[in-house]
């Protein structure tokens, strides 16, 4: 069973870094892309990053660029998120998601996410 | 950048009822087009991609349609299981962008 868990959440101020962590298991982690997407609550989904199977591939959105960078350790089966300079609008909760086998840049599973709030 | 825009921006239909819902890209992105389901409290749930093809294990009453900039979602006997909110992706190349979705309720 594909498992993807989220972690590293939390309240921050603007201006300060946080790095979510995402831990998966049940599948060949090193096969697949993985994604963050994010969501405010209520509100709709926003793609965040991107990385490739063996951590090349990285795109990012916009509004994230120059300030938030994804990694991967494929020998410990995890994803990363580090954010820095963060900003009140970057207040959402952030789900780790897996690639599906037929395209890189879709979803087939997601984690429970992990919420993430910017405030002083 | 590239927008998705979807129709309408909610609705409420019966039990058994044909549901439509649109996805309309700003650009051209021939079928790199995929539909989500999200019920309320839960994850995002991927129904379709390719713009037509169904995911593994999505019930048959859901179907997609389209190319190039629109795209359709259709339910052909809606189901209270149903009730929930649809985003359309678009995944040509990066960024990659949902619509804001379609809140589906029962009448």
């Known amino acids: 069973e594909v498992q993807l868990v989220e972690s590293g959440g939390g309240l921050v101020q603007p201006g300060r870094s946080l790095r979510l962590s995402c831990a998966a298991s049940?599948?060949?982690?090193?096969?697949?892309?993985m994604h963050w997407v994010r969501q405010v609550p209520g509100k709709g989904l926003e793609w965040v990053s991107g990385?490739?199977?063996?951590?090349?591939?990285?795109d990012y959105a916009d509004s994230v660029r120059g300030r938030f960078t994804i990694s991967r350790d494929n020998a410990k089966n995890s994803l990363y998120l580090q954010m820095d300079s963060l900003r009140a609008e970057d207040t959402a909760l952030y789900y780790c998601?897996?690639?599906?086998?037929?395209?890189?840049?879709?979803?087939?599973?997601w984690g429970q996410g992990t919420l993430v709030t910017v405030s002083s | 950048d590239m927008q998705m825009t979807q129709s309408p921006s909610s609705l409420s239909a019966s039990v058994g009822d044909r549901v439509t819902i649109t996805c309309r890209a700003s650009?051209?992105?021939?079928?790199?087009l995929a539909w989500y389901q999200q019920r309320p409290g839960k994850v995002p749930k991927l129904l379709i991609y390719?713009?037509?093809t169904l995911q593994s294990g999505v019930p048959s009453r859901f179907s997609g349609s389209g190319s190039g900039t629109d795209f359709t979602l259709t339910i052909s006997s809606l189901q209270p299981e149903d009730v929930a909110t649809y985003y359309c992706?678009?995944?040509?190349?990066?960024?990659?962008?949902f619509g804001g979705g379609t809140k589906v309720e029962i009448k």
């Open positions: 998601a897996k690639a599906a086998a037929v395209a890189a840049k879709i979803f087939d599973y």
């Open positions: 049940g599948f060949t982690f090193d096969d697949y892309a």
């Open positions: 990385i490739g199977w063996n951590g090349g591939s990285i």
């Open positions: 650009q051209g992105i021939t079928n790199y």
């Open positions: 390719a713009a037509s």
């Open positions: 992706q678009k995944y040509d190349s990066a960024p990659l962008t």
